[in-house]
């Protein structure tokens, strides 16, 4: 069974500083996507960023980018420059290839402060 | 502009009322699902949808059904709401390849009094 795990239910941030997010997942598959997802306080989910298991580089998205390493199965999130509107929640994601299962983590509240 | 799109944004009911969520999608996606999240907790997959007139039970046992009689319109109903279905209900969709993820909506936030 595939699992995803977040073990940082909160977090706290200064503005302009860099925060980093921890997501460990379990799967014996070689080919698989990982995703992060933010929910602002009352908006829409979205895509923050997303990782193809077999793409060795990490994937970056202007303040966001990721560290994976696959042999460890771990994929954080590292949001440099914080900013007010980083305030959310954070979900990691896993699903496998060619599979039509979504696994979220539990979430890591994220509050960013001035 | 493509988006999925939920209906009410916010609904407050009487126990024992029937209620319909609404979920419809402007991006010609195959696969649609309905997610339940308490605030500031994890999703939880109560259905799922692959195609017009297939449709799941997901992992988290709900007394919710859903139809998909078109492609871009995935609605849910509560034949009779009482106060334990007070969450937040998320429609979200992807198209047949999931690996690019899901759009998700705003979502509903239900309270049944």
């Known amino acids: 069974a595939q699992t995803v795990t977040q073990s940082q239910p909160e977090m706290s941030v200064q503005e302009a500083e860099t925060v980093t997010l921890s997501c460990t997942y379990d799967?014996?598959?070689?080919?698989?996507?990982l995703f992060w997802y933010k929910q602002p306080p009352s908006r829409q989910m979205i895509l923050v960023i997303r990782?193809?298991?077999?793409?060795?580089q990490n994937a970056t998205e202007n303040r966001f980018s990721v560290n994976f390493q696959k042999a460890a199965k771990s994929f954080s999130l590292k949001i440099s420059d914080s900013q007010l509107g980083d305030t959310a929640m954070y979900f990691c994601?896993?699903?496998?290839?060619?599979?039509?299962?979504?696994?979220f983590g539990s979430g890591t509240k994220l509050n960013v402060k001035p | 502009e493509a988006d999925i799109y939920q209906t009410p944004r916010y609904l407050v009911i009487g126990t024992g009322k029937k209620i319909t969520l609404e979920c419809s999608q402007t991006?010609?996606?195959?696969?649609m699902y309905w997610y339940q999240q308490d605030p500031g907790m994890e999703l939880h997959l109560i259905h799922y949808?692959?195609?017009?007139?297939?449709?799941e039970k997901g992992d988290l046992s709900s007394e919710s059904t859903v139809s998909r009689i078109r492609t871009e319109h995935f609605p849910l109903t509560l034949e009779s709401a009482r106060p334990s279905h007070t969450s937040q209900y998320l429609c979200?969709?992807?198209?047949?390849?999931?690996?690019?993820?899901?759009?998700f909506g705003s979502g509903t936030r239900l309270t049944v009094v």
């Open positions: 979200a969709s992807s198209a047949l390849s999931d690996s690019y993820g899901y759009t």
């Open positions: 799967t014996s598959e070689s080919n698989y996507y």
């Open positions: 990782q193809e298991a077999y793409k060795q």
């Open positions: 994601a896993f699903i496998r290839y060619n599979f039509n299962k979504f696994y």
């Open positions: 991006m010609g996606h195959d696969k």
């Open positions: 949808s692959y195609g017009v007139n297939s449709t």
